[in-house]
């Protein structure tokens, strides 16, 4: 059992997401840093794509109800377990009555805290992630609160030693494709979207993250027909400042698209801070393609060196 003593400002559980239902309107949702989700799970022996916690800012104090193994991963937060230090991407024991207390991020955004076993709360079409607009999934649908109690799944794996692997690193160059309308954009805006830096916006959270800079103009006042979104698709509504859809993105919209962030690079912008500059670099479908295969290939590789090292 995992109490939460303070909850922190935006903290859900979150697996993998929720797949093949968009036609139906339901959303992704899933870890932001999907990355850094997986390697939290190898580091316990769970399944990648295993139910855990996504912290956002830290600020939270967690109480181990049981003895178990954990790691923490993505931002480098100020980390203790009952006053001792504790590092990210590291396998660690809890005793029960134990407390885990995450300060405010040195580095980075979200902290994946991933337990022997998995969290425990129902799947809702097929996923164990918050979708916190439609009220489902982890826990009662929503973010939790102080003094919340979340059960841990049973683990078959029984460790004995703490184990550290490296992460991934992320920054604010972020590789993307030119989008279906890009064409429909001036040669001014095209040249200041990839060359100049975009801020995130405060006004930004799980479905959509606004950018701040200069504004976008298209060539053409035509609108566009409803179409089909995916988290990573950057919209330009009527002001001129991009929206990145995020994981909780709505499943349609009309929006001229201006470009995709590629699947490999979509978790950089879960750890870059609200007011950090980002520059998009524009490459080919190529080499979006082999950078998902490299990182997939990273995570199978963890997973091997992991399997079987109790």
């Known amino acids: 059992m995992l109490t939460l003593i303070r909850a922190g400002l935006y903290t859900s559980v979150q697996d993998a997401g929720r797949f093949g239902l968009r036609q139906s309107g339901v959303s992704y949702c899933g ?48 980390a203790t377990l009952d006053g001792k230090t504790v590092w990210t991407g590291w396998r660690l024991r809890a005793k029960a009555g134990q407390r885990l207390t995450l300060k405010r991020p040195l580095h980075g955004v979200r902290s994946y805290l991933a337990v022997a076993g998995g969290i425990d709360v129902p799947e809702v079409l097929g996923s164990s992630s918050t979708d916190q607009k439609a009220g489902m999934g982890g826990h009662e649908g929503r973010l939790l609160r102080d003094g919340d109690r979340l059960a841990i ?33 001036d040669e001014a805006s095209k040249e200041s979207f990839w060359r100049s830096p975009w801020k995130i916006s405060p006004q930004s959270n799980r479905m959509g993250y606004r950018l701040q800079g200069q504004p976008l103009t298209r060539t053409t006042d035509r609108e566009l027909l409803s179409h089909g979104l ?81």
């Not at 912290?55 to 993505?74: D, H, K, P, R, Y």
């Not at 799944?153 to 309308?181: C, D, M, Y």
């Not at 002001?239 to 919209?253: E, H, K, S, Y």
Request: a negative charge; one cysteine or more.
């Open 153 to 185: 799944k049973p683990s078959a794996r029984h460790f004995t030693t703490t184990q550290g692997v490296k992460q991934l690193l992320w920054g604010n160059l972020i590789r993307a494709l030119p989008g279906p309308e890009y064409h429909e954009f």
């Open 31 to 78: 870890a932001l840093d999907r990355p850094s989700l997986e390697i939290a799970n190898l580091l316990v022996g769970n399944a990648g794509s295993t139910a855990a916690l996504e912290i956002t800012l830290g600020q939270c104090v967690i109480e181990f109800g049981q003895e178990t193994w954990f790691a923490l991963t993505g931002a480098g937060c100020d």
């Open 230 to 310: 995916l988290p990573g698709v950057i919209q330009v509504p009527g002001n001129g400042q991009p929206i990145v859809l995020m994981n909780d993105a709505q499943t349609t919209g009309g929006y001229p698209r201006i470009a995709c962030i590629i699947e490999a690079d979509r978790y950089h912008l879960a750890q870059i801070p609200l007011g950090q500059p980002i520059h998009f670099v524009q490459c080919s479908l190529e080499e979006a393609l082999k950078a998902r295969q490299d990182q997939q290939r990273y995570l199978e590789q963890l997973a091997w060196r992991l399997d079987g090292k109790d």
